[in-house]
């Protein structure tokens, strides 16, 4: 079902969807930049590659790749961060960004669209109908209107807050997130130094104002660069010296270019930035570089953009900047830094320590020029190097894993030393501690850094430390920020975090802070800033918005949270992955032609992939190719890394090596299914013959795929037996399992009964019957409630929101025509309405139509795979004459069912719900047994013993289900002395091993066993 799948997320995430992805799943996903097109064979990646992971900007601000993606079609295309491709509207104009065109755009190229936020709703109901316009054009047509519009979401999205997120035991997934803010005071030389900085930064933005109608772009680029140079004064004496030097020098080289080509001091001049692409949607694209991008395209800016106009004006900036290097460099010499005795402060008190040893912790800062000199700062303070680590953009992707990981597990590393590299995309758990030693602009960012620790497997309330110079401008705005924002922390606990964002909606914090610093003069400015963060805060104002955000009243409460976790438990214990994986990729590799060599625990070596296998994955493969060698495989994720050796490839049902061996396997072994086998139930005392049958059946919509066939909702696979009266019934997930092959001296000895009249009647044609009168049904009408409860809601929504919006097009169009009678002059012409009123009527008309097709859903006739005939033990044994054989199955029959009914009441005198699930072949267990506070279940497969039995056998099904729950598996074995049974003993993780592919049983030393066991508790 899904074969080609883009993941389209922001610059700073790519790198990390492709690792998790590898990591979590062994999925392979390729990135694709500008020089993956230059480098594709067929000059369109998106032709050439299945699975690619794409940035954000790249595809919203390139229409030449747009235009690559145009021809081609997608499975599924997932959209990291969706709330990016917003729009808004001005009046009642829409203004569509490039994020949002190109959300639309990719809607149009995919069966399935998924668009992933935490902030879908930014508090406005017409802005977040726009953005719902992405998943569902006609259903969210048009600006919203207040008591027009219906508003259920339910059917399309899934939202629940962090904060409220459960695990199974009923405890919060997320722990309590605390943020405290760390108030210091400047030096009388850093007040001096803040304040000739903010007085040129004011002055410089004030000239960048004349350009507001001349050179709109020159003026967001001089207003962007001084704001990052005001930032870089915050955050350290280095970064600040650093930052006026090297505008000095590039200002200084621009004088120099300008004097030789003007000659002249009042010839004007223009500025001069690589950043041609400074439009409106800039700074948002800026927050979602890469570190290292981001850092790079910052440091043009500060250095390279000036508001000076003429020779003359930029050698007085040059001159001003002189005076600022040198005061930078009397406080940088002088080793007065008020921001870092603060750090120490909170370095040597007794919150970060544990044990008499400080915890590990974590440091950003925005600049690497500050990074540098923390590092060289701490490692002094510690008296040792490998105490400090750092994490920064530019930094080669496998020396920040192995800086992670080292400060992950290496007790001597205590402080990670981090730019926003590591504020996405690493996962850092493993500690609680955090400081923002600077503060982002974009309040995202504090929550995204927070969320670094704050993730799942954190068992520890989180700790976030802000330091705060609370007298400078920014800083005043920043610590009434904190203040409030420990006010709402208190009311609505951790779940402001996730709002941070969306919390300013009229103006911008960063907005705010750079108007704070231009009017610092201004009192009545001050008052206005402290207002809209007051109101950003405001309690009412943030619960709306998480109302807002849920969207939705579905809560994941303990109930659901159980029932998902039981249904989880099941699954559990039946599923294919690692074992049966495992052991039939073996088997078939080697039937094949291949040898494996194991190297380490369950992790083998493929010196040589046959050739039929290379071959067979260029004919059926995609573009990831079966390799000639393998130094290390793996069916068991937990076995991907082993220290000392290279990673193994993760082996799954999809990867390109056991899809070739699959196709290969079932080339050869295919027509077999319905040639039919006969089969030994070795659990089967009695003479009954039964034949079982493999039957697929599908269930279809109306929607006609480009082949001319009605396209496939729903597919299943059953199992059903039919006996010589044909009777059928329907027996497990895979009875076959169970079974083993007939031995030749077995088929001829019962050659006979396999030559019976019954057996040769039609007995497909009576399976088929019995599926469709007793299957089908089952498996249709679970379909149709399904898929038509959706359908159905959509043609209700659908119809709803398009009907509302003709007839405010025909109501608009009668009135702009009575104007024009009037002779009035209209903006828009009664034609135009009118116009828009018929196109949406042609929506509303296709739309109901495509509905109709999906909504007519039917089934196919259902058809045989294939079938085998089941001979049961008790049989063989007669035709054999090896002993009484009907005395030893009534005997047997007697012991098994005391033994049953002990483990039920032994179990229901224990307080747990026990259910006899015996008759359900293949389970490979007897009894689930349900523990009283949901949840969690034991899974007992029950073994009744004579007193003179000396061994047990187990069949490969029942080792399978105790391998995949090898905590929640017991084997409970019953001695019965004529009919009573003793007090049971239960055995847990009896097996160590799984049975060899061919193996259908395996039998164990009764006595042994029973030493392993205990008595049920």
């Not at 507001?212 to 990052?228: E, N, Y």
């Not at 110079?469 to 420990?486: P, Q």
């Amino acid at each position: 079902d899904l074969q080609r799948c883009m993941i389209v997320a922001p610059g700073n995430l790519c790198e990390q969807w492709q690792d998790e992805l590898y990591e979590k799943f062994g999925l392979h996903f390729d990135l694709v930049d500008r020089h993956t097109v230059e480098r594709s064979p067929s000059g369109n990646p998106f032709l050439d590659m299945d699975r690619i992971i794409c940035r954000l900007d790249h595809l919203s601000r390139n229409e030449y790749i747009q235009d690559k993606i145009n021809p081609t079609d997608w499975d599924l295309i997932v959209v990291d961060e969706a709330h990016k491709m917003s729009a808004s509207y001005f009046g009642n104009k829409l203004n569509m960004t490039k994020r949002f065109l190109l959300g639309k755009f990719l809607s149009t190229k995919t069966r399935n669209f998924l668009l992933m936020t935490a902030t879908p709703h930014k508090g406005k109901n017409d802005d977040f109908h726009a953005f719902l316009s992405l998943i569902d054009g006609d259903r969210f047509a048009g600006k919203y209107r207040e008591n027009v519009h219906l508003v259920d979401t339910s059917d399309i999205m899934r939202r629940l807050i962090k904060e409220d997120l459960l695990k199974f035991d009923g405890r919060k997934l997320f722990p309590e997130r605390k943020a405290y803010s760390l108030k210091y005071d400047l030096s009388d030389g850093e007040a001096t130094l803040y304040k000739l900085v903010t007085t040129y930064v004011r002055e410089e933005m004030n000239r960048a104002e004349r350009f507001v109608d001349t050179d709109g772009r020159r003026r967001k680029q001089v207003g962007f660069a001084l704001t990052v140079l005001q930032r870089r004064l915050a955050s350290s004496p280095e970064a600040i010296y650093q930052s006026l030097i090297r505008r000095k020098q590039r200002l200084e080289d621009r004088l120099t270019e300008e004097e030789l080509l003007k000659r002249g001091h009042d010839i004007s001049i223009v500025s001069q930035t690589s950043l041609t692409a400074f439009d409106d949607d800039f700074i948002s694209d800026f927050d979602d570089l890469p570190d290292d991008e981001l850092l790079e395209q910052e440091e043009q800016l500060v250095s390279g953009v000036s508001a000076a106009q003429t020779i003359k004006e930029l050698k007085i900036e040059i001159q001003t900047l002189d005076g600022l290097v040198k005061e930078a460099e009397k406080i940088r010499n002088s080793g007065i830094d008020k921001k870092w005795d603060e750090l120490l402060k909170l370095l040597e008190s007794n919150i970060l320590f544990e044990n008499g040893k400080l915890r590990k912790l974590i440091i950003f800062t925005e600049h690497k020029d500050t990074l540098k000199y923390l590092t060289n700062r701490l490692r002094s303070f510690f008296g040792t190097d490998e105490s400090v680590v750092n994490i920064y953009g530019g930094m080669h992707r496998d020396e920040r894993k192995k800086n992670q990981d080292t400060f992950k597990n290496d007790k001597n590393v205590l402080i990670l030393v981090a730019t926003d590299a590591a504020s996405e995309g690493i996962n850092l758990q493993f500690t609680n501690m955090m400081i923002n030693y600077d503060l982002p602009w974009n309040p995202n960012r504090i929550e995204q850094r927070f969320g670094r620790i704050h993730r799942i497997g954190q068992e520890l309330v989180c700790h976030l430390w802000n330091l705060v110079a609370h007298e400078t401008r920014e800083g005043s705005v920043f610590d009434r920020l904190f203040e409030k924002l420990e006010e709402a922390r208190e009311a609505l606990g951790g779940k402001v975090f996730d709002v941070l964002g969306s919390a300013f909606t009229s103006t911008s914090l960063r907005d705010i802070l750079k108007d704070a610093i231009r009017y610092t003069d201004d009192p009545q400015r001050k008052i206005e800033f402290e207002t809209v963060v007051d109101h950003a805060m405001d309690i009412d104002h943030l619960t709306n918005l998480l109302e807002m955000n849920a969207l939705t009243n579905e809560v994941f409460d303990q109930t659901k949270v159980i029932a998902i976790k039981e249904e989880m438990e099941k699954v559990e214990a039946r599923k294919l992955q690692p074992h049966f994986i495992e052991s039939f990729f073996i088997a078939a590799f080697k039937k094949l032609g291949g040898s494996l060599h194991l190297r380490e625990k369950r992790r083998y070596e493929i010196m040589r992939v046959p050739v039929s296998i290379i071959r067979r994955d260029r004919q059926i493969g995609d573009h990831t190719p079966v390799q000639p060698k393998y130094h290390r495989i793996c069916f068991d994720k937990n076995f991907i890394k082993y220290e000392g050796k290279p990673d193994a490839e993760f082996v799954t049902p999809g990867h390109p090596l056991m899809n070739s061996i699959l196709d290969l396997i079932k080339e050869s072994y295919l027509p077999l299914l319905k040639q039919g086998a006969i089969l030994i139930n070795e659990d089967d005392c009695g003479d009954e013959v039964k034949v079982l049958f493999f039957v697929e059946h599908t269930i279809k919509d109306g929607v006609v795929l480009q082949n001319g066939s009605n396209r496939t909702i729903s597919k299943q696979i059953m199992f059903s037996e039919i006996n010589k009266n044909f009777n059928v019934e329907k027996v497990g997930y895979a009875p076959y399992l169970d079974y083993r092959p007939a031995s030749e001296n077995e088929i001829e000895k019962v050659s006979g009964l396999i030559d019976e009249d019954w057996i040769k009647r039609d007995l497909e044609r009576r399976i088929i019957g019995f599926a469709a009168e007793m299957i089908v049904p089952e498996h249709l009408g679970g379909v149709k409630v399904r898929k038509l409860k959706y359908i159905n809601k959509a043609k209700e929504q659908v119809r709803h929101r398009l009907t509302k919006e003709i007839h405010y097009w025909d109501h608009r169009g009668n009135e702009l025509k009575s104007k024009e009678q009037a002779g009035k002059n209209v903006r828009m012409n009664s034609g135009q309405a009118f116009k828009r009123a018929e196109d949406l009527s042609a929506r509303l008309e296709k739309r109901m139509d495509e509905l109709e097709l999906e909504a007519h859903i039917t089934p196919a006739v259902p058809f045989v795979i294939g079938g085998a005939i089941v001979i049961p033990k008790g049989l063989v044994m007669d035709l054999e004459q090896t002993g009484p054989v009907v005395a030893d199955s009534h005997a047997r029959k007697i012991v098994e069912e005391a033994a049953m009914i002990k483990i039920m009441d032994t179990e229901r005198s224990l307080g747990r719900i026990p259910e006899d699930v015996s008759a359900q072949r293949g389970l490979g267990y007897d009894i689930l047994s349900a523990f009283p506070d949901g949840g969690r279940y034991l899974f007992l497969e029950v073994k009744g013993k004579g007193m003179d039995q000396d061994s047990v056998t187990v069949t490969r099904n029942e080792i399978m289900a105790c391998l995949n729950k090898p905590d929640d598996f017991r084997l409970a074995i019953v001695k019965v002395d004529d009919g009573n049974a003793q007090d049971p003993v239960y055995v847990k993780e009896p097996f160590d091993s799984e049975p060899g592919f061919a193996q259908i049983s395996a039998t164990y030393n009764l006595k042994e066993l029973i030493k392993m066991g205990y008595s049920p508790e």
